[in-house]
């Protein structure tokens, strides 16, 4: 006969060995065959519920209460030791690929050059002001490069000295002048446009590179007068210089405008040119088949190197083009 007493202990003994069986399970496999030893279908602890037949109905009820607890802990038990294989096998997978101890690797982030930073600005500055950004060939002829902007043949700016030439009809463009005309060609009026890049000229020192950059700008409209120029200027320098600077306009000459100005700011009390401008010269309208008449136009050039020198105080044109990454570094 199977007293209450033997019971109780088969049911401690039991939960004993389960507790000392679960320290050697190491894999998912064994954890399996543990569960279905314990609490599948023919499991111990069930076999003892139909053992309880012979016990009144008070004593059924305590054992059936005992058992069930006794299987819900073991249950609880298996998933946390689940829990805990699977993570190992993860852990193991990942150490092959991933040692999670190792410092992380700088990588080096690129900068922006601060000549491509200054052109940004620019082009941010006149595209808001719904300017198209075009541009032109590095290699040009002469007719593009001087003789269609009514520079006259005998301009020392010709010279062989101050050019590129390949032969006797092209060259390395010595100014983004160029683009104007190549655009009044192919477009009409109305024209508001920007003209970015490269321009070469035969010289070299502190303040001179062979390859420089300008940005050109043109504007041919209606009743286009000297006070857009000169708003238009105005805004710009403040724009970039953080309304920084005092402006000066100056009379001055270009072939292809009429009145021409350049246009000086002041640093450390001196003060330097940034940008040559003017109203564009009638002969150059005629030359694109523009009627003066009807159209004016306003244009400008900016020299690149020297705005950015100015705004960020670099002191030695050449080292733009040396590429020295502690100073391209600054233009995060
Ligand atoms: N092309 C001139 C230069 O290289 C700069 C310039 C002056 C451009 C006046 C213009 C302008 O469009 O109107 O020195």
Known sequence: MLKKNNLLQE?????IKFNQEKKNIDTLKKLVLLKIKYIGKKNKLSNYLKKLKIFSVKDKKKFFILINYIKKIIKRELIILQKKISLDVYNIQQEKYIDVSLPGRVTNSGSIHPITNTIYIIES???KLGFQITSGPEIENKYYNFDSL?????????????????????????????????????NKPPIKIIAPGKVYRNDFDSTHTPMFHQVEGLVIDKNISFSNLKWLMYSFIEYFFDFNVSIRFRNSYFPFTLPSAEIDIKQNNKWIEILGCGLVHVNVLKTVNINPKKYSGLAFGIGVERITMLKYGIKDLRSFFDNDLNLIKQFK
Do not use: A, Y
């Open 125 to 127: 500055f006149f595209t």
């Open 150 to 186: 009514n520079i006259p043949f005998d301009h020392p700016s010709r010279n062989e000295q101050d050019t590129f030439w390949f032969d006797k009809n092209n060259l390395l463009r010595t100014q983004t002048s160029s683009v104007q005309i190549r655009f009044m060609e192919q």
């Open 11 to 15: 049911i401690k003994r039991n939960f």
